[in-house]
Each structure stands twice: as C-alpha cells, then as structure tokens.
C-alpha cells in the first residue's frame, strides 16, 4: 500500500469521526435542550441583575485579553518575517552571484561551484519559503538531469528568482527578464 493511500484513509476516518462526533453533540443538546435554556435564561437574569458599570469593565477587560493576544501574534509574525528576510537576502544573493559566475565562466569548470550550490541548498532549507523551495527543486532536478535545454534551464531559474523577490518584499520579475539579461551577456 502506498503511503499517499494511507493518508487517504488516514482522512477519510477522521472525517467521519468529526460527522459522528457532531451529531452525538446535536443530539445530546436536543435531549438537554430544556436544561440548557434554563441555564441561558438564568445567566441572562444574573447579568441583568448587575451594574452597568461592572458589566462594561468585564467587556474592556475582555476586549483588551483578545486585543492582547493577537497584538503578540501579529508581533510575532512580524519579527519572524524580519529575521527570514534578513536570512533569505544573503542566501538569494549568493544564489544569485553563482548563477552569474556560471555564466561568465563560459563552459570552464569552476571548482567552488558545486561547494557554494551545497551551502545554498542548506540555507534555503533552512531559511527559504515553500514556494522558493519547490522552485529551486524543479531547477535542480533539470540542471542535474540527462537532457538539458538552456532556455528550459533559464525560464526555471526566472522562476526561482521570482519567487526569491516575492520572499524579500520586491514582488516577482517580469517573464523572460532573466533570458533577456543572459541572452545580451552572450551576444556582448
């Protein structure tokens, strides 16, 4: 059996769990519905009973636990973006300046490369988002493979170099940029 067929039954009982679980619980309010609306009327009657003041007190401090929580959230995920951004930035440029070093080596093998492709790959591991990783997989997969087409090799590398710009803020570059730059590098 494979794995992504296990998973599937994986879901599937889970799903009919929850659809169980769900009519268990209507089932248990419609049984209970008497007791459950006296308790409603008696928690009504109670906060009615209460000074307005007190009442508004309860719903700031209320208000202010939840605003709370999702400033720290909000936080949060903004120094983890930071601390990614200044991670990537390093990372991509080193990318970037291999890609290029590649070029300009016109078919002369470079010693350095496949170290610095390494460390590359570590860093976006560890760093990198899941669109920028699945991006360079497809890149290196074909690069690596038997057959290789330099345009097929150059519109996935844009690719990874799209999705590098979108993860540093810049927003992705336009289709055939990258094989225009490299196009006018080998024409000069």
């Not at 460390?119 to 976006?124: A, D, H, R, V, W």
């Not at 988002?129 to 890149?139: G, H, L, Q």
Request: aromatic content about 10%.
């Amino acid at each position: 059996m494979r794995k992504s067929n296990i998973w599937y039954y994986i879901g599937q009982i889970l799903a009919l769990l929850i659809l169980v679980s769900g009519l268990v619980a209507c089932i248990y309010i419609i049984y209970h519905i008497k007791d459950i609306l006296k308790s409603i009327i008696y928690i009504v009657e109670r906060i009615g009973k209460i000074d307005a003041v007190i009442i508004v007190a309860i719903i700031g401090a209320i208000a202010t636990f939840i605003v709370n929580i999702i400033s720290k959230r909000l936080d949060h995920k903004f120094e983890l973006k930071k601390y990614l951004s200044v991670k990537r930035q390093k990372s991509y440029e080193d990318f970037l300046k291999i890609f290029f070093d590649i070029l300009e080596s016109e078919n002369v093998e470079r010693e350095d490369i496949p170290k610095r492709l390494n460390e590359f790959k570590q860093t976006l591991l560890l760093y990198g988002s899941k669109k920028t990783y699945r991006a360079f997989v497809k890149y290196w997969k074909y690069i690596t493979g038997d057959v290789k087409d330099p345009k097929i090799s150059i519109d996935l590398m844009e690719k990874v170099v799209s999705e590098m710009r979108r993860d540093a803020g810049a927003g992705p570059i336009k289709e055939n940029l990258i094989s225009n730059i490299v196009r006018n590098d080998l024409n000069s």
